[in-house]
């Protein structure tokens, strides 16, 4: 039986309906995760390094779509639960066109002047070479991209999170065959994964478009629509966290590599690389379920329903709290072999990562509140508070911590100033879901 945005919630029925969201964004991280290990053990730690750099660059772009979906979805959601099926398609409508075409400027903007921002994310002239092959190939493909990341949120709102989970899978399966193809077989290195991963973006995000496209469809469609300019600002603003937050953590990102490159070098960017890609799939966990309650928030804040919102409410967070402490123990017990998967040929880089990774990932146990509390905002259109909790956590504590923690414990500060940055936020989130679970009759 389907679940519909309307049901009452319990326990197995809202885990059922966002797994699909957990699901897809833990196979979308997985398949990145694949260029990872494609691009280590048959290219080499270089150009790991390459790929590290560029990519929070691609992701900065892609930020904007994630805006776009997250805040958009909220409104498409909400005028669904006043009632306006019609009006919902319109809005919809705007955000997609919108999406493609700010794809279309972004993309222009970053290939012109991609070795300066190359330099800027801190490319060394060993590293160059490959970081402007990878990064030109990618940042090509931004477009489909952010289509891929705006279209997830709003397969939720369509309530058909398995069609979603559906063309994710088949875009990652693109991405992995074509990493082995163009890399494995023929030899293209940083060229093929970068190729294999737009490919993927190719299937994940303009397939969705024919789906939302077929005529005499019900429910949320593409149609002709006008510029709603109050409701496009309003979406931007609503979703300026999942902005601030993929922003800043790419921002962060490039802090981190240029501090390892201060302190250990190459190496040490290697080592993070690691990190990093365990943890997309680590916290796309997170991700994927604060994505897939969102539009029941919506919907419910829309009608009116205040017992159901403080349902899912109560019910989330409980999900939330457990999570997290199986993400520390599930990290710790596997950061050895994980770690060998990728760097397994160098003992010295081996030891390093694992070191790094059994202090970093102590941080799971505050991420997931923090990410909650912003999507959960978001979902009640107040981007302001969503956006506070995403700026402090991800660009003034991460980017601080990284800063100061590195001057006291030197290279264990760089490990371990995540966790002082998540701890921090986590107590300011906690903070703010008290003090505003009156206004909105979730408390």
Not at 161 to 176: C, D, E, K, V, Y
């Amino acid at each position: 039986m389907q679940i519909k945005l309307s049901d009452h919630f319990t326990y197995r029925k809202l885990l059922r309906f966002t797994l699909s969201s957990v699901v897809m964004m833990v196979f979308t991280s997985v398949y990145s995760v694949v260029d990872g290990l494609f691009v280590s053990n048959l290219v080499g730690d270089l150009a790991l390094s390459a790929v590290n750099i560029m990519f929070p660059l691609a992701m900065i772009v892609g930020a904007f779509g994630f805006m776009l979906g997250t805040g958009g979805s909220a409104i498409v959601a909400r005028t669904l639960g006043e009632g306006q099926p019609a009006l919902a398609s319109r809005y919809f409508s705007m955000i997609i066109y919108a999406v493609i075409l700010l794809g279309a400027v972004l993309t222009a903007g970053c290939l012109l002047f991609l070795e300066p921002l190359a330099r800027l994310a801190g490319a060394s002239d060993l590293l160059l070479h490959d970081c402007l092959v990878y990064g030109g190939i990618l940042l090509g493909g931004s477009v489909p991209f952010m289509l891929q990341t705006t279209l997830q949120s709003f397969f939720v709102v369509a309530e058909k999170p398995h069609l979603g989970l559906f063309l994710s899978i088949a875009a990652g399966a693109t991405n992995m065959v074509f990493d082995y193809i163009l890399i494995a077989v023929c030899g293209l290195g940083v060229a093929g994964a970068a190729i294999a991963t737009v490919l993927g973006y190719l299937v994940g995000g303009v397939l969705p478009l024919l789906y939302f496209l077929r005529p005499g469809r019900d429910g949320l469609r593409l149609t002709r629509t006008r510029l709603y300019g109050r409701e496009l600002l309003q979406a931007c603003v609503n979703g300026s966290s999942e902005l601030m937050s993929n922003i800043s953590s790419s921002f962060v990102g490039i802090l981190y590599n240029i501090q390892l490159m201060r302190l250990i070098g190459e190496l040490g960017v290697a080592a993070y690389s690691v990190m990093m890609y365990v943890d997309f799939v680590f916290i796309a966990a997170f991700l994927g379920f604060s994505l897939g309650s969102a539009p029941i928030i919506s919907f419910h804040y829309g009608a009116d329903n205040h017992a159901e919102l403080k349902n899912v409410f109560r019910k989330s967070m409980a999900v939330i709290g457990v999570t997290s402490c199986a993400m520390v123990l599930l990290s710790e017990v596997l950061s050895r072999p994980l770690s060998a998967a990728f760097v397994g040929y160098h003992p010295e880089l081996l030891e390093l990562t694992v070191h790094g990774f059994r202090l970093f990932a102590l941080c799971y146990l505050f991420s997931g509140i923090n990410i909650y509390a912003s999507a959960f905002f978001t979902a009640l259109c107040n981007g302001g508070l969503s956006a506070l909790i995403s700026f402090l956590r991800t660009l003034l504590l991460r980017g601080g911590m990284v800063l100061l923690m590195p001057l006291l414990f030197g290279l264990d500060g760089i490990w371990t100033a995540v966790i002082a940055a998540e701890g921090i936020g986590a107590v300011i989130s906690l903070a703010l879901l008290w003090y505003k679970r009156k206004s909105y009759h979730y408390g």
